[in-house]
T-cell receptor
Framework: NAGVTQTPKFRILKIGQSMTLQCTQD?????MYWYRQDPGMGLKLIYY???????DKGEVPNGYNVSRSTTEDFPLRLELAAPSQTSVYFC??????????FGQGTRLTVV | AQSVTQLGSHVSVSEGALVLLRCNYS??????LFWYVQYPNQGLQLLLK??????LVKGINGFEAEFKKSETSFHLTKPSAHMSDAAEYFC??????????FGAGTTVTVRA
């Protein structure tokens, strides 16, 4: 039972490059989320989705985009990487009345 | 709007001593409250969750938390710390039971 799987685990990007962080879950959860974690700041919600075809902005969406074409997948795209996007990114999923399950995280450095 | 304040970014306890992590929240509706634990280089794992009903919530690994509406608090305790409790702990609040707002986190170290 894989749960929430994120790839890659680590990535170094140059300023201005783009990349997609992949997230897939095998629990048939409706809700999926992307958070970023910065030291001393806790986790901040970037985007979330309540089902396939539906996405919405969270607290810190600027510089990111998402899509939800299937229940299982919720990729996060960075179009023009900036040093401020250096962070650890967590994908999570949940269903009504269940806890949120988190992936192992993607550590991104923008130089 | 919902928000969480965790008092103390670092807590150091002796093995066998009480662990107390403080969390205060603000919410415009009756909140759902959570404590999560994060071990190094891992994702977050749910310790416990408050929805409605009994204000003392028991979680995994011997942790418990008490919801006090009058104090808008949800402090986490464990009577006797173990070395394996060394981790970062996050309090979170939700007004809709899915989108979470997290506190800044408290790092717990356990001294032998």
């Amino acid at each position: 039972n894989a749960g929430v799987t994120q790839t890659p685990k680590f990535r170094i990007l140059k300023i201005g490059q783009s990349m997609t962080l992949q997230c897939t879950q095998d629990m048939n959860h409706n809700y999926m989320y992307w958070y970023r974690q910065d030291p001393g700041m806790g986790l901040k919600l970037i985007y979330y989705s309540v089902g396939a075809g539906i996405t919405d902005k969270g607290e810190v969406p600027n510089g990111y985009n998402v899509s939800r074409s299937t229940t299982e997948d919720f990729p996060l795209r960075l179009e023009l990487a900036a040093p401020s996007q250096t962070s650890v990114y967590f994908c999570a999923s949940s269903s009504l009345n269940t806890e949120a399950f988190f992936g192992q995280g993607t550590r991104l450095t923008v130089v | 709007a919902q928000s969480v304040t965790q008092l103390g970014s670092h807590v150091s306890v002796s093995e066998g001593a009480l662990v107390l992590l403080r969390c205060n929240y603000s919410s415009s509706v009756p909140p759902y409250l959570f404590w999560y634990v994060q071990y190094p280089n891992q994702g977050l794992q749910l310790l416990l969750k408050y929805t409605t009903g009994a204000t003392l919530v028991k979680g995994i690994n011997g942790f418990e938390a008490e919801f006090k509406k009058s104090e808008t608090s949800f402090h986490l305790t464990k009577p006797s710390a173990h070395m394996s409790d060394a981790a970062e702990y996050f309090c979170a609040v939700s007004e809709d039971d899915y989108k979470l707002s997290f506190g800044a986190g408290t790092t717990v170290t356990v001294r032998a």
